[in-house]
């Protein structure tokens, strides 16, 4: 089984930044790629970005280009959402989640419990 931590959500004001990481561990074989979405009140959950675990390639919505930045640290299966100049649009619940093969258990994608981003004066 593999598991997802999520941390570094908050409250911060328009304008702020917070950095967002989510752990992966448990019986991993190897990690494909990690991302975060996300789901405001009312909404559907939408992809935020994401980024592939060998060549450290991303992707990232439109919205959030040019302000957020997302890494990884392969040693530590840990991937990091540096997000600045907020906006209340970004208030939302961000979940992290993983493209993983475990061991003993074929492909599949893992989600974290969530981390709640609120951007807010």
């Known amino acids: 089984q593999v598991q997802l931590v999520e941390s570094g959500g908050g409250l911060v004001q328009p304008g702020g930044s917070l950095n967002l990481s989510c752990s992966a561990s448990g019986s991993i074989f190897s990690i494909h790629g990690m991302g975060w979405y996300r789901q405001a009140p009312g909404k559907e959950r939408e992809f935020v970005a994401d980024i592939s675990w060998r060549g450290g390639i991303t992707n990232s919505a439109d919205s959030v280009k040019g302000r957020f930045t997302i890494s990884r640290d392969n040693a530590k299966n840990t991937v990091y959402l540096q997000m600045n100049s907020l906006k209340p649009e970004d208030t939302a619940v961000y979940y992290c989640?993983?493209?993983?093969?475990?061991?003993?258990?074929?492909?599949?994608?893992?989600w974290g419990q969530g981390t709640q981003v609120t951007v807010s004066s």
């Open positions: 989640k993983a493209d993983v093969t475990a061991v003993q258990v074929p492909f599949r994608r893992y």
